[in-house]
Nanobody
C-alpha cells in the first residue's frame, strides 16, 4: 500500500487549496478513506472521511471546524482522494495526511498513512 499526498503550500487567509492523495497497492474503490491533520506542536486531528461508494454508502463526514469549507471526494478511476479546502484560516495550518480505512466504512480505523503535505495559512 502506498499513499502519496500533494497539493500543499502557503496561502493567505480566505484562500483555497486542493489536496490530492494518490493511492496504490490495494483496491481503492473498496475502502473508506480519511484526511487527518497535525498542527505545529499539537496532536493528530481527524478532518474528514469518505466511505466506499462501491461497498458502502459513499457518505462523507467532517469535523465541525471545517464543515462548509472543506469537501472530501474520490475518483475511483484515478485511485485518488481529494480534499478541497476553501476559506482557509490560520488555524488550518498543519501537515495533512491521507489514511486508508481498514474497511469500506470509515469507522474501522486507519491502517495505512501517507507521509503528509504541509499547508500553511498566513498573511
Amino acid at each position: 500500500v502506498q499513499l502519496v499526498e500533494s497539493g500543499g503550500g502557503s496561502v493567505q487567509p480566505g484562500g483555497s487549496l486542493r489536496l490530492s492523495c494518490a493511492a496504490s497497492g490495494f483496491t481503492f474503490s473498496n475502502y473508506a478513506m480519511h484526511w487527518v491533520r497535525q498542527a505545529p506542536g499539537k496532536g493528530l486531528e481527524w478532518v474528514s472521511s469518505i466511505n466506499s461508494i462501491n461497498s458502502a454508502d459513499g457518505r462523507t463526514m467532517y469535523v465541525d471546524s471545517v464543515k462548509g469549507r472543506f469537501t472530501i471526494s474520490r475518483d475511483n478511476a484515478k485511485n485518488t482522494l481529494y480534499l478541497q479546502m476553501n476559506n482557509l484560516k490560520p488555524e488550518d495550518t498543519a501537515v495533512y495526511y491521507c489514511a486508508k480505512s481498514g474497511s469500506a466504512w470509515s469507522d474501522y480505523g486507519m491502517d495505512y498513512w501517507g507521509k503528509g503535505t504541509l499547508v500553511t495559512v498566513s498573511s
